[in-house]
T-cell receptor, first 117, second 110 residues
């Protein structure tokens, strides 16, 4: 069974631009979560989608948005990029949202390394 | 805001040594997961603990959930270079949100 795939793996953008990152979950998984990982802040939750609906959202500005398609694939978009948006963006998939059972499991992709110059 | 601490922040040991890393909070958690992340990769789930006082073993790794479900520890016996990575604890809060600790970066030197 193929794992979670994320594209692109590396991306360099300049301030003010926007970027779209893509995530394909494990086949059969319907929940996708996005995280931002930086050396200073660690791994922080961005949002979670299930059945094309955003279920949870972290404390990030409105410049960060996402969506999920009917095939469970998900995209996240960051508009008006800032230097501080440089990070590893991780996508994780699970069978169901994390509020359904104590022992849910989520599987992470390799991430997209975004550098904003 | 939930305060979640992991200690030590960095750990460098020789192959064959034993080590313990900790995850602590003042909050009670419904469950807790441990992940290992290797450079350039996403975190990989190692274990989920649910019951206070629970102990789970995964080969040379022993995980314990505190009796009060506020803390957890990970003990590695006879560490190997393949154990090198960032160890993240990820408790699930009473609001069903998963939060990640800052991690312990482990380096096992051959």
């Amino acid at each position: 069974k193929a794992g979670v795939t994320q594209t692109p793996r590396y991306l360099i953008k300049t301030r003010g631009q926007q970027v779209t990152l893509s995530c394909s979950p494990i086949s059969g998984h319907r929940s996708v979560s996005w995280y931002q990982q930086t050396p200073g802040q660690g791994l922080q939750f961005l949002f979670e989608y299930f059945s094309e609906t955003q279920r949870n959202k972290g404390n990030f500005p409105g410049r960060f948005s996402g969506r999920q398609f009917s095939n469970s694939r998900s995209e996240m978009n960051v508009s008006t990029l800032e230097l501080g948006d440089s990070a590893l963006y991780l996508c994780a998939s699970s069978l169901a949202p994390n509020d359904r059972g104590l022992s849910y499991e989520q599987y992470f992709g390799p991430g997209t390394r975004l550098t904003v110059t | 805001t939930q305060l979640l601490e992991q200690s030590p922040q960095f750990l460098s040991i020789q192959e064959g040594e034993n080590l313990t890393v900790y995850c602590n909070s003042s909050s009670v958690f419904s469950s807790l997961q441990w992940y290992r992340q290797e450079p350039g990769e996403g975190p990989v789930l190692l274990v989920t603990v649910v019951t206070g006082g629970e102990v789970k073993k995964l080969k040379r790794l022993t995980f314990q959930f505190g009796d009060a479900r506020k803390d957890s520890s990970l003990h590695i016996t006879a560490a190997q270079p393949g154990d090198t990575g960032l160890y993240l604890c990820a408790p699930k809060t009473s609001y069903d949100k998963v939060i990640f600790g800052p991690g312990t970066s482990l380096s096992v030197i051959p």
